[in-house]
């Protein structure tokens, strides 16, 4: 399988702990996007790498919020000292260029 | 930055009925995007308009771009029960030259069958 992968594909962790989620691009893909999910919304931007360059983050990404991207490849979003609003899915996609973007299946955080 | 508005949050139909759905930008558009997220999956790319006015058709799925290319419409003909699920308007939103995907908050369709 060729498209985007991530892992893990669900998280039970505690209030408190740090989380790190891993996200595989399609391989020829630049740029490398995050986004947060939560029930009966739309996926709402987070982060975005062109490369492995964090060209732009969300406001919505607090300072316990960190992603990388190291020789843009594959990326890690980290979560430090979680908290029960954390608890969502969170999706990786990526995309050569400004059309069409390939989702990930997401990894489903939930923070007890 | 852009904001794309959906509605309906919800649409529950027979099956063999017409859905649409529609989105809706306060600043032009450079171009509109569709997605469709089944239940308890990812978002997958449908299409993506680009000039004003333009209408695409998938099978039974017929997609416009408005005139003012500040609102798009989604419109499903005889649905079928395969058409269950969230569909999401986007659009590419320039930002420093950089750009990313913004989402509008979705149609969830629901089918009698």
């Known amino acids: 399988d060729t498209g985007v992968s991530q892992d893990p594909r669900h998280k039970i962790t505690k209030r408190g702990q740090n989380v790190t989620f891993r996200c595989d691009p399609i391989s020829e893909h630049n740029r490398l996007y995050w986004y947060r999910q939560t029930l009966g919304q739309g996926p709402e931007f987070l982060t975005y790498?062109?490369?492995?360059?964090?060209?732009?983050k969300s406001r919505l990404l607090s300072d316990r919020f960190s992603a990388e991207r190291p020789k843009g490849s594959f990326s890690t979003l980290e979560i430090q000292r979680t908290e029960q609003g954390d608890s969502a899915m969170y999706l990786c996609a990526s995309s050569l260029d400004v059309v069409e973007a390939f989702f990930g299946q997401g990894t489903r955080l939930t923070v007890v | 930055g852009q904001q794309v508005m959906q509605i309906p949050q919800y649409q529950h139909v027979q099956e063999g009925e017409d859905f649409t759905t529609y989105c809706n930008s306060s600043?032009?558009?450079?171009?509109i995007q569709w997605y469709k997220q089944r239940p308890g999956g990812h978002p997958v790319f449908l299409i993506q308009?680009?000039?004003?006015?333009e209408v695409k058709k998938q099978k039974r799925l017929t997609f416009q771009f408005g005139e003012a290319k500040k609102n798009s419409s989604l419109h499903i003909t005889a649905t079928q029960t395969t058409d269950v699920g969230t569909y999401f308007c986007a659009a590419w939103d320039p930002f420093r030259g950089a750009q990313k995907l913004v989402f509008g908050q979705g149609t969830r369709l629901t089918i009698n069958p």
């Open positions: 308009l680009v000039k004003s006015g």
């Open positions: 600043t032009t558009l450079s171009n």
């Open positions: 790498f062109q490369n492995e360059a964090q060209l732009e």
